[in-house]
């Protein structure tokens, strides 16, 4: 079974411009979670999604934004880019469903770096 | 914040089993320990996870007190591909909202 695939691997920007991440979860997966990850705050938690609604968002301003599409695919945007954003961004995708306990498996994450 | 609590770094031999440790002090009754590993550029790897029983699989083995305050990841024999961060982590069942603190860094050494 394919794992969690994430494009692009590898993206540059630009301040002030947008970017949208793209996150296929495994097969048979409904929610699928975003996570950024830099070496300052380490590994911390983005959003949630789950039959297409979000259910669960961490403390990112609004510029950080997410979707799910009926297939369970999901994407991310983050609108004028600082910085600060330059991180790994890591999707992760679960069974879901509150009274599932399967564990996250996660990609291999997109690399922005915002110049 | 993370709940859990871990040594920033450990060494082990190769060949040996690797024992990492984690405080998770305030762990409620509806919470599980995970055990996540990640490989430089890498994403998270699961590798176990367990409520109040002792876990193995294929990977590892998690072995939890009974008071639940604690538990140990144990690598039977690690190799130099087991170097790694390892991150424990408790999590409700059924949130996806994971807490990762800084992790251990395990480094197998020849």
């Known amino acids: 079974k394919a794992g969690v695939t994430q494009t692009p691997r590898y993206l540059i920007k630009t301040r002030g411009q947008q970017v949208t991440l793209s996150c296929s979860p495994i097969?048979?997966?409904?929610?699928v979670s975003w996570y950024q990850q830099t070496p300052g705050q380490g590994l911390q938690f983005l959003f949630e999604y789950f039959s297409e609604t979000q259910r669960n968002k961490g403390n990112f301003p609004g510029r950080f934004s997410g979707r799910q599409f009926s297939n369970s695919r999901s994407e991310m945007n983050v609108s004028t880019l600082e910085l600060g954003d330059s991180a790994l961004y890591l999707c992760?995708?679960?069974?879901?469903?509150?009274?599932?306990?399967?564990?996250?498996?996660f990609g291999n994450g997109t690399r922005l770096t915002v110049t | 914040d993370a709940k859990t609590t871990q040594p920033p770094s450990m060494d082990c031999a190769e060949g040996r089993a690797a024992n990492l440790p984690c405080n998770h002090s305030?762990?409620?009754?509806?919470?599980?320990v995970y055990w996540y590993r990640q490989i430089h550029s890498q994403g998270p790897q699961y590798i176990i996870h367990?409520?109040?029983n002792n876990e193995t699989n294929e990977m590892a083995s998690l072995i939890i007190t009974e008071d639940r305050k604690s538990s140990t990841l144990i690598l039977p024999h690690a190799t130099l591909r087991d170097t790694a961060v390892y991150y424990c982590i408790v999590r409700v069942a059924g949130l996806d909202d994971m807490r990762f603190g800084a992790g251990t860094r395990l480094t197998v050494k020849p």
């Open positions: 305030t762990i409620s009754g509806n919470e599980y």
């Open positions: 367990g409520l109040k």
């Open positions: 097969s048979g997966h409904r929610s």
């Open positions: 992760a995708s679960s069974l879901g469903g509150r009274s599932y306990n399967s564990p996250l498996h």
